[in-house]
């Protein structure tokens, strides 16, 4: 039995395993937490099938503990040396892999039930046993308390055959609900999205190459929808500085905002977030437009100094797309793709970073398209390039339709499927590709320059 019953724990796989951290410990005195301590028990996948009295007898060996907001209850890789059971209060657990923080599953304590109707209100339960390593950071989101089962507690309840054969029956059934589904999740929200640890060298690296990409591409793209073809490399000597800066600048303020706000120590946090996943894109806009205007002096002949700033209302709403594209979205489709359809890091990368790019290049077209028309003849005005954008996709709508429903047709085509969108998308998706992937590539590389992860 007791040979199974280490089996068992092992294949659940319950990753919560540390180290309290916390004061304000009182010892089980009352029926009251008696009552609630047996609950919380039978709500655990290790203790589910045991009987009352089981529960009961391992309730009165407990701890009650109390919690504050902000507290630090376990750090990963700190050895597990008590179980713990939420009963008032949330608790988020976060793993740190490959230098960058990830949400386990979600928030444990006061939370909807799941499909099975119980809560999450367990952690370390099944590795306790041996004091294991903390899997995960584990901190206190709110005020509450919680039981604690220490090992050298459980030890002892496990030499009871009674109580040893009903936990295995827990554990059995735990096996079976789990088969053939991966328990533990890693799914952060996308504005909560932690950056990695980015390597100044690195990125100037992967922005050098990608700033040749880049310049071909919007070299076609301008001609398709100016209809006049210019240099595919203008201006190398301004373009590959800037695109170094400005793909540095994005990689680099997420850094540092991520170091500097704590978006749970506000009012309105999600408010926060949002606000910072802007900011890169807002502050790179001027580079931006410096990159822009090195590609159209073919149709605008005013000085470089003047022309970048054609455009830039637009412009800034395509760089915040696209920053939350290359930071948080490309993070977000990475780490949901299953391990089980690609197990390679940096396929993963890649992957992630392409999904992201075609939803980036989609939802920026329309803002590229029309600072880009505003950049190459800045004597017309914003509606007046879009009705452009219209009249072009007319020729696309049957003539036999009414003039007014052929021209309603034709502007849902221009924002929906507007002008050289495949072209755009193909260029973001090479971009994402390209930095991503050779960032992710020279993380490890010995080289000097980095900044440090925010961690």
């Known amino acids: 039995v007791h040979s199974l019953t280490h089996k068992l724990v092992s294949l659940c796989g319950e990753s919560a395993r540390g180290l309290l951290r916390s004061?304000?410990?009182?010892?089980?005195s009352n029926q009251k937490d008696i009552d609630e301590c047996t609950n919380l028990l039978k709500q655990s996948s290790m203790f589910h099938a045991c009987s009352q009295p089981t529960l009961v007898k391992i309730a009165k060996d407990m701890e009650k503990i109390k919690f504050e907001p902000g507290e630090i209850l376990l750090e990963q890789g700190w050895p597990q040396t008590k179980a713990f059971f939420i009963a008032d209060g949330q608790i988020r657990r976060?793993?740190?892999?490959?230098?960058?923080?990830?949400?386990?599953?979600?928030?444990?304590?006061?939370?909807?039930?799941?499909?099975?109707?119980?809560?999450?209100?367990?952690?370390?339960?099944?590795?306790?046993?041996?004091?294991?390593?903390?899997?995960?950071?584990?901190?206190?989101?709110?005020?509450?308390?919680?039981?604690?089962?220490?090992s050298q507690v459980i030890r002892s309840h496990l030499g009871d055959p009674k109580t040893s054969e009903e936990v295995v029956q827990s554990l059995a059934v735990e096996v079976r609900r789990q088969a053939n589904q991966v328990r533990w999740l890693m799914r952060t929200p996308l504005l909560e999205q932690r950056p990695k640890k980015t390597n100044v060298i690195a990125v100037t690296i992967a922005a050098s190459i990608e700033s040749f990409y880049r310049s071909s591409l919007n070299a076609a793209m301008n001609a398709r929808l100016s209809g006049q073809w210019g240099k595919l490399f203008p201006n190398m000597h301004i373009q590959l500085p800037a695109r170094v800066l400005y793909i540095n600048g994005f990689k680099g303020l997420r850094q540092f905002l991520d170091a500097s706000v704590k978006p749970d120590e506000y009012s309105s946090p999600n408010l926060v977030r949002l606000g910072l996943s802007f900011t890169?894109?807002?502050?790179?806009?001027?580079?931006?437009?410096?990159?822009?205007?090195s590609n159209a002096g073919h149709m605008n002949p005013e000085p470089i100094a003047k022309r970048w700033m054609r455009g830039n209302v637009w412009r800034m709403v395509r760089e915040i797309i696209f920053g939350i594209g290359l930071n948080q979205m490309s993070d977000y489709w990475e780490e949901r793709i299953p391990h089980s359809v690609i197990e390679s890091e940096a396929l993963r990368n890649a992957a992630g970073s392409m999904i992201a790019g075609v939803c980036s290049g989609y939802l920026s077209h329309i803002p590229h398209n029309?600072?880009?028309?505003?950049?190459?003849?800045p004597s017309k005005t914003y509606g007046q390039h879009l009705g452009s954008l219209v009249q072009q996709s007319e020729a696309r709508v049957p003539t036999s339709l009414p003039p007014a429903t052929r021209r309603a047709v034709a502007t849902v085509i221009a924002i929906l499927f507007p002008r050289a969108v495949m072209i755009r998308t193909v260029q973001i998706v090479g971009s994402f590709t390209i930095l991503n992937g050779t960032i992710n590539g020279l993380k490890y590389a010995e080289l000097p320059t980095s900044i440090p992860t925010a961690f």
């Open 280 to 293: 890169p894109g807002i502050l790179m806009t001027p580079l931006s437009s410096v990159l822009e205007a």
């Open 370 to 377: 029309l600072s880009t028309l505003k950049l190459m003849t």
């Open 23 to 28: 004061g304000g410990t009182m010892t089980i």
């Open 94 to 150: 976060e793993r740190v892999v490959n230098d960058q923080t990830h949400q386990v599953v979600d928030t444990f304590g006061n939370t909807e039930p799941d499909k099975f109707g119980n809560r999450k209100i367990a952690i370390g339960a099944l590795h306790v046993i041996h004091s294991e390593p903390a899997f995960a950071n584990a901190k206190a989101m709110s005020k509450g308390h919680m039981y604690t089962l220490p």
